[in-house]
């Protein structure tokens, strides 16, 4: 009986087991006999027939959504595969598409500054200084010149007299002698490999008269154009030695300042009347080089790094590549020397900053038709009569970073989260320590303890990249996984910015969750509060005013080194944050009739027993925290001894405050000396014929702007590596409501405005006016969803009294009521609203 319970019970299993399996591999109308199974199982099984088939309807009818998901995790899988791909595999494909420099042979290695101009057969004209701690920085437009009056220089080398593209600035009688000295031999030795082995010298003539002229080993700097110091206009001077916007002392060791330019540049230097009369004006070409039809010549500008004339991007090339890519995989190449070259980087920079400025007037015209055909004749005109036409040029040329209309956008973007966010609750800045972080220096091959201040400063020069995406990446993951969690921060904007020294640190505000608001008008316990919350955030005590000096620097040692951490604490805050040294150069300002030199941060300030807030006109205009060090600096323990280096930590207490920050930052980008409608004007008057199109004098005014300010070297890599030069956390949503058929980037997908998708909205957000709706709905391709954090908008036209009443109305209306045709708010429609 046992075990004929036993078999039964097999067989019985197996009817059960068996249409399993058939039922996975059967059509769906395949049925098993279920003859002796229970309700209970039964029931089991029709719903796996039906799971399956679900799965291969659903299957059968993917939307193009899915399928589309699903070709780009194919892609994905694609780029992983090919990016295991054998070193000789990658090379091959470079080789192929002409886009690997290849090695550096012996006979190019270690050119001098002035030897590399000596080979080379076009000129780029650069204004470069090299400024405090051995670092550079950059000024002005990129002018490629030939070595003589022909198109390109037959023979080389150029004699050392004639180099006028070069003008050393000699300060206090100090020249680097090393970047001036030449060795015939090496000159020699370079031509000949080059025309041997670079098809751009294969014709060259090597001129033996010219060689036999230069020294076999020797200092050349008496035979170039020269400058000292006394020479050069206060405002040079000034702008040589300009102050870091920095508060406390940084203990950074700066090196010996040993500046030179390797190009006057007339329009922005200002000399003495005795050396401008004997400065020439380049003499190494007439004409400037057509950069868009002179296959080549970046190698013949380069020839120490593209010693074989491969990886041009000015030559044709197999596969197309985009000028981003083609400078990130020239930064990022093995050996380092691009990014290390201090001419190239600058001029490769500058080369995309004006061939983008050209595409955005060609755009600009397109988008604008009257202007297709205009001469500049009929433009002189229209510009006397639509003396506006400038600033909508340059909104339109907020899209080409770090000029001066880009960041009058972002300011606009932080004045709307302010008014949407309300204040934020304090300012912060974080600098960089870049001559002692033990990390940084352990990137480029060393240890900090063993190098000298003069060395710390040469590996800062030579290694730009290294410095700026250390501290990208350093500053970036501390903000998101460090300072964001321990502050609670509910939003936060910030922007990166270079000293005139080079050295990269950014600039911020942030709103905190649970700070208190404060009012005009606060009670005694709301007050209370107030300080109670920042005293708790915020200290200018010195912990300890009496210690000794720690014998090695606190920024270069890390948490895990520490064993005491308030002697820590007590080391950082007197090594970086008492403003103790007050210079002409730094901080000390003329005030008052009588020119008294004050400092510009109100150092030494007066001792402070308790912390208290100062009141004007019933305003909350300041608080004065608990001191007892009339040096200290506001600062936040915490941040201090976790990012190491030296800060500021401020108070927010009204908006007024925020909009001085925007307006001095903001600022700091603007055109100097003219504005933008001055530079048009004179473009019109002085660089174009009278009947040519206007187009020419619009991409002029817009390649006009990439040359108004100063780069330091570690922001031209910064810019080339198409790192962020800002921040927020919180998304824009623009609205332009003076052109209907205006589509926001945001919604590309579908090619409907915003205007349509808040016309055609769900009936769940029925009661979303435009302005709601564009806040707090986000849309994929087609489908809506609710924003986890709502966005910040911005709408054009601002509402100004200067508008008519009508138009003010009826733009309210289109953007706060929650209509659903636009008829219910302007008359005619969207036609009324084109006529409005």
């Known amino acids: 009986m046992d075990s004929d319970d036993s078999s039964s019970d097999s067989t019985e ?8 399996k058939k039922k996975r591999r059967n059509k769906k109308d395949q049925k098993p006999d279920n003859k002796d199974q229970t309700d209970e199982e039964q029931s089991k099984l029709e719903k796996k027939r039906k799971a399956l088939e679900r799965q291969r309807n659903h299957r059968k009818n993917r939307s193009k959504k899915q399928k589309g998901k699903d070709d780009e995790k194919a892609k994905k899988k694609m780029a992983i595969i090919r990016g295991r791909k054998t070193k000789e595999e990658r090379k091959e494909e470079r080789m192929e598409n002409d886009m690997d420099p290849l090695d550096i042979p012996h006979e190019l290695e270690s050119l001098t500054y002035i030897e590399k101009q000596l080979i080379s057969r076009v000129h780029p004209v650069i204004s470069l200084l090299r400024v405090k701690k051995l670092q550079y920085k950059y000024k002005g437009q990129v002018i490629n010149f030939t070595q003589d009056v022909q198109e390109v220089a037959d023979s080389l080398p150029y004699l050392v007299k004639d180099l006028s593209n070069i003008v050393v600035i000699k300060l206090n009688n100090h020249v680097r002698l090393k970047d001036f000295v030449v060795r015939k031999e090496k000159v020699l030795n370079a031509l000949l490999w080059l025309k041997r082995n670079n098809p751009h010298y294969f014709d060259l003539k090597i001129d033996m008269s010219a060689l036999n002229t230069l020294p076999d080993d020797d200092n050349v700097s008496d035979e170039l154009q020269s400058i000292r110091s006394e020479q050069l206009s206060s405002n040079l001077r000034d702008e040589m030695e300009e102050d870091d916007d920095l508060i406390g002392d940084q203990n950074n060791d700066d090196c010996d300042e040993l500046t030179y330019s390797s190009v006057p540049d007339r329009g922005e230097f200002s000399y003495s009347k005795s050396f401008i009369n004997e400065l020439v004006w380049p003499s190494i070409g007439k004409t400037p080089l057509n950069e868009f039809s002179s296959p080549g010549y970046i190698s013949m500008a380069f020839p120490h790094l593209f010693c074989y004339g491969t990886a041009d991007f ?10 981003n890519e083609y400078i990130r995989h020239l930064m990022l190449y093995k050996d380092g020397r691009f990014a290390k070259d201090e001419r190239f980087r600058y001029f490769i920079m500058n080369s995309e900053m004006r061939w983008h400025s ?4 060609n755009v600009y015209v397109k988008k604008n038709s009257i202007f297709s055909k205009m001469t500049i004749i009929q433009l002189r005109q229209y510009l006397k009569e639509n003396p506006w036409l ?3 040029i340059m909104h339109f040329g907020s899209r080409l970073r770090t000029t001066s209309s880009y960041w009058k956008s972002r300011c606009g973007e932080l004045l709307d989260m302010v008014d949407q966010l309300g204040t934020p609750t304090i300012f912060f800045t974080l600098s960089s320590a870049n001559c002692h972080w033990p990390d940084l220096y352990r990137l480029m091959g060393h240890d900090v303890a063993t190098l000298s201040v003069q060395e710390r400063g040469q590996l800062l020069s030579e290694n730009p990249l290294i410095a700026d995406t250390f501290f990208h990446l350093r500053s970036k993951f501390y903000l998101e996984n460090c300072f964001t969690k321990h502050f609670k921060v509910k939003d936060m904007w910030y922007r990166y910015e270079f000293q005139h020294r080079g050295s990269i640190h950014l600039h911020g505000v942030a709103w905190f969750e649970n700070s208190p608001v404060i009012k005009e008008i606060m009670t005694e316990s709301e007050t209370a509060a107030v300080i109670k919350y920042f005293d708790s955030i915020i200290s200018c005590k010195n912990p300890d005013v009496h210690i000794l000096p720690s014998p090695i620097h606190p920024c270069q040692m890390s948490l895990d080194d520490i064993t005491d951490i308030d002697i820590d604490l007590s080391h950082l805050v007197n ?4 403003h103790t040294k007050c210079s002409t150069l730094d901080c000390l300002r003329s005030v008052g009739k009588e020119k008294t030199l004050q400092c510009r941060y109100k150092f030494p300030k007066p001792l402070v027993s308790k912390t208290n807030l100062e009141i004007e006109n019933g305003s909350v205009v300041d608080i004065n925290f608990e001191r007892n060090d009339c040096f200290v600096n506001k600062y936040n323990p915490w941040v201090l001894q976790t990012w190491r280096s030296n800060i500021d930590f401020s108070p927010i207490l009204n908006k007024q405050i925020v909009y001085r920050y925007i307006a001095k930052y903001a600022s700091k980008a603007e055109v100097k000396s003219i504005s933008y409608n001055e530079v048009l004007t004179d473009i019109v008057n002085k660089t174009c014929d009278d009947f040519e199109l206007s187009k020419k004098a619009i991409r002029k005014l817009l390649t006009s702007s990439c040359a108004k300010r100063d780069y330091s070297s570690q922001e ?3 810019f080339e590596m198409g790192y962020n030069l800002y921040h927020s956390r919180s998304e824009f949503v623009v609205i332009n409501l003076k052109n209907i058929d205006w589509t926001s980037v945001s919604y590309n997908h579908t090619c409907q405005t915003i205007f349509d998708l808040h016309a055609n909205r769900s009936v769940r957000y029925q009661k979303l006016s435009l302005f709601e709706f564009a806040k707090h709905i986000k849309f994929l391709k087609t489908q809506a969803f ?11 036209p601002r509402i100004y009294n200067t508008l008519p009443t009508d138009t003010i109305f009826t733009n309210l209306a289109i953007l706060f009521y929650p209509w659903r045709a636009m008829d219910d708010v302007v008359p005619g429609g969207c036609d009324g609203l084109a006529l409005a």
């Open 13 to 20: 299993s197996d009817k059960v087991s068996k249409p399993k």
């Open 314 to 323: 000015s030559m044709p090339k197999t596969q197309k590549i985009s000028l």
């Open 358 to 361: 050209l595409n955005l007037g």
């Open 390 to 392: 400038v600033n909508q």
């Open 575 to 578: 090594q970086l944050q008492r």
């Open 716 to 718: 031209v890599m910064h």
């Open 786 to 796: 609710v924003r986890k954090k709502s966005a910040i908008v911005r709408f054009f």
